[in-house]
């Protein structure tokens, strides 16, 4: 009994053997592909946490900065968060914050750079929509016009339509084209929610030009609605 036991032991040895041979390097680096592959996900955790405090730090000085005004202070933190962590959520946020620290001090033009960054670089499509708002701003204050409308033509942010269209609205105007800032503004009064206080101060601008809001969007919505 114990040989026909030892008999089976020793074939299901061989057996292993074989096995191995055949498909054993296969299972080696396929463990090493997995071992390396979960490694490499955990330092990466680590980076980005890593990362994010250092960020989050850096941003904190700049706030700090930002609320004494001191707008050279704000724009060195800046430009040392946008160089070691560009990637990061802070560092739009900082930019904002920057840019209108930079301009309430009268540097307008280091304001310009700052927004420009974020409109540029900046992964939240809704921020780079903001900065590009403020950027066309400041731009047509420069009397650069076309910059501004061609910055205005990049901000796509959805819900930003309204605020969009009344900048450039504010710009065309402010060429003195008061046809097109007409139209302009009655897109932004049709895209602008009805409940909305800043609805007002679009219905002063179209008054100003001459023109009645036109309200048919929210006519035919309510016509559609007692249908």
């Known amino acids: ?13 061989d057996s292993f ?28 955790q680590y980076w980005q946490r890593d990362q994010a405090l250092k960020a989050g ?10 609320t004494a005004g001191d707008a050279d202070k704000v724009g060195r933190i800046f430009a040392d ?21 930079q301009f309430s001090q009268g540097q307008a033009d280091a304001a310009k750079v700052s927004l420009a960054w974020v409109a540029d ?14 950027l066309a701003a400041l731009q047509a204050e420069s009397k650069q016009f076309d910059e501004a409308l061609k910055t205005l ?3 796509n942010a959805t819900g ?11 710009v ?18 049709k895209a602008m929610d009805e409940k909305t206080d800043y609805r007002r101060l679009l219905e002063a601008k179209l008054t100003a030009l001459g023109a009645t809001p036109d309200a048919a969007p929210a006519s035919a919505a309510a016509s559609g609605a007692a249908k």
């Open 1 to 13: 009994m114990a040989t026909q036991l030892d008999l089976q032991e020793q074939e299901q040895l």
């Open 17 to 44: 053997k074989a096995f191995w041979k055949q498909y054993g390097n296969l299972i080696t680096w396929v463990l090493i592909l997995a071992l390396g592959a979960y490694a490499g996900w955990n330092a990466w």
């Open 57 to 66: 730090a850096m941003y904190e000085e700049l706030d700090r900065a930002a």
């Open 81 to 101: 968060l946008r160089a070691q962590f560009g990637g990061a959520a802070y560092a739009q946020h900082a930019g904002l914050l920057a840019a209108q620290v």
């Open 121 to 134: 670089q900046g992964k939240d499509e809704e921020l780079r929509t903001v900065a590009r708002l403020r």
């Open 153 to 155: 033509a990049a901000a």
């Open 160 to 170: 930003f339509e309204a605020l969009v269209a009344d900048r450039r609205g504010d």
């Open 172 to 189: 065309l105007l402010i060429q003195g084209k008061r046809d097109e800032a007409r139209a302009a503004y009655q897109a932004a009064y």
